[in-house]
């Protein structure tokens, strides 16, 4: 079964509009830790925003949210007022495990949502 | 603060020829990944290294690939030879594991190998 299942190939959204990617999870862990990078067509990974299987609040930073809902398995990315320059590739990511146990720093990624940002 | 460097950013060769793609990640991070990404697919982590040590190779395919981390610091990633398949972008990663942090790994450009 896949770990981390993303559904959307590609999405569009227009400037300055909210939108939402999907990211749904399978473990049975009950320590994880969920993640979400953007990929430009540069090709770098670039870190956007983390949620923790215990914290109790869902993750902000800047114009980026994390609506986690743990017991639906899912941790949707939402980005406000879009801009041009989101226009990027969006990956979710999961580790499972504790951190301190060594083996808890393997990231498994879904396949990815192109996002397209038009004006 | 200098990030993860990778060379080359592009390399392309004919099968059967060897290949090497190297990595400096960010000072003082103590672990090193080295992932693999298909065109349309997400990284899959190839190794792991934990100072000089190969804490995580299981999905190393190591009839044709190897690694290595002398020293605790660059890294060098091998594939010899290569074949039509392993053309694809070959990411590094580097994270500092201060253990109670969620651990962010911080990626570098990548290579983009094309194999011929």
């Known amino acids: 079964a896949q770990k981390i299942t993303q559904t959307q190939p590609g999405m569009f959204v227009q400037e300055k509009e909210a939108v939402t990617l999907d990211c749904t999870y399978d473990?049975?862990?009950?320590?994880?830790?969920l993640f979400w990078y953007k990929q430009p067509s540069s090709g770098e990974m670039i870190f956007l925003i983390y949620?923790?299987?215990?914290?109790?609040q869902n993750a902000t930073e800047g114009r980026y949210s994390l609506n986690f809902q743990k017991a639906r398995k899912s941790a949707n990315l939402v980005i406000s007022a879009s801009q041009l320059g989101d226009s990027a590739m969006y990956f979710c990511?999961?580790?499972?495990?504790?951190?301190?146990?060594?083996?808890?720093?393997?990231?498994?990624f879904g396949t990815g949502t192109q996002l397209k940002v038009e004006l | 603060e200098a990030g993860v460097v990778q060379s080359p950013r592009y390399k392309i060769i004919e099968k059967k020829q060897p290949v090497a793609f190297w990595c400096n990640p960010i000072?003082?991070?103590?672990?090193l990944y080295w992932y693999l990404q298909n065109l349309g697919q997400g990284p899959e982590l190839l190794i792991r290294?934990?100072?000089?040590?190969?804490?995580?190779d299981s999905q190393l395919p190591k009839d044709r690939f190897s690694a290595e981390r002398l020293k605790g610091v660059d890294s060098t990633l091998k594939i010899q030879p290569a074949e039509l398949g392993d053309s694809a972008v070959y990411l590094c990663?580097?994270?500092?594991?201060?253990?109670?942090?969620?651990?962010?790994?911080?990626f570098g450009p990548g290579t983009r190998l094309t194999v011929l």
């Open positions: 000072s003082g991070h103590n672990t």
């Open positions: 949620q923790g299987s215990y914290d109790e």
């Open positions: 990663a580097s994270s500092l594991d201060a253990g109670g942090s969620f651990n962010e790994q911080f």
């Open positions: 473990t049975s862990d009950q320590s994880y830790g």
């Open positions: 290294y934990e100072n000089e040590e190969a804490v995580d």
């Open positions: 990511a999961m580790r499972e495990g504790r951190i301190l146990t060594g083996g808890g720093n393997k990231l498994t």
